[in-house]
Every structure is written in C-alpha cells, then in structure tokens.
C-alpha cells in the first residue's frame, strides 16, 4: 500500500509561480512513475507531468516551458515547480504514482490562479 500527500497549493496572482511536493510512504522501496495530473471543474482529469524512476519526463503540452518536474527516488517524492501560472491553470492538482502495477493517487491540492 501506497500513501501520496500533497502539500503547496494556493491562490496566486496570474503570471506568479508555485511549487507542489509530493511525498509517498508505505511498504515501499523505489516507485516507476510519479507525476501530477489536474481537474478542473466541468473537465477530465489530465496528466501534467510524470517522471520515471530513470528520469525520464512527459509533459502536458500547456506545461511544456512552464512547468518543472523533479524527484527524489530515495526518498520518493516528486515536486512540481510551476511558473507563469495563467488562470486556465486553476483546478485541483493530484500527486499519482505508479507502483507493482497499480496507480496511486492522493487528496489533491487547489490551485488558484486569480487577479
């Protein structure tokens, strides 16, 4: 069993920066894939950015230029460091990770972008 806890949403103004952190606790040693996806009210989740344990990256294309994943495979955890934040970035942001084949998922953080 995997724990996902997300920490570092809020309101910020448009073109204004946030970081996400993301750590994992469980029975576990090293998760494949960790990322973040979004949903906005009225709309699918969508993926973000994901990272693998070997570094490789994916990227919304909205996120692409903007937006920074990182990960720490030690401690298992994943950040998200988002800048030029517009307001069509405002939805809750989960933390997922992918391990022994299973998808994790945690609570979720609002994100704000409003002047």
């Known amino acids: 069993q995997v724990q996902l806890v997300e920490s570092g949403g809020g309101l910020v103004q448009p073109g204004g920066s946030l970081r996400l952190s993301c750590a994992a606790s469980?029975?576990?040693?090293?998760?494949?894939?960790m990322g973040w996806y979004r949903q906005a009210p009225g709309r699918e989740r969508e993926l973000v950015a994901s990272m693998t344990a070997g570094g490789s990256t994916d990227y919304a294309d909205s996120a692409k230029g903007r937006f920074t994943i990182s990960r720490d495979n030690a401690k298992n955890t994943v950040n998200l460091q988002m800048n030029s934040l517009k307001p069509e970035d405002t939805a809750v942001y989960y933390c997922?990770?992918?391990?022994?084949?299973?998808?994790?998922w945690g609570q979720g953080t609002q994100v704000t972008v409003s002047s």
């Open positions: 469980g029975n576990i040693i090293i998760i494949n894939a």
């Open positions: 997922w990770g992918d391990y022994e084949a299973y998808d994790y």
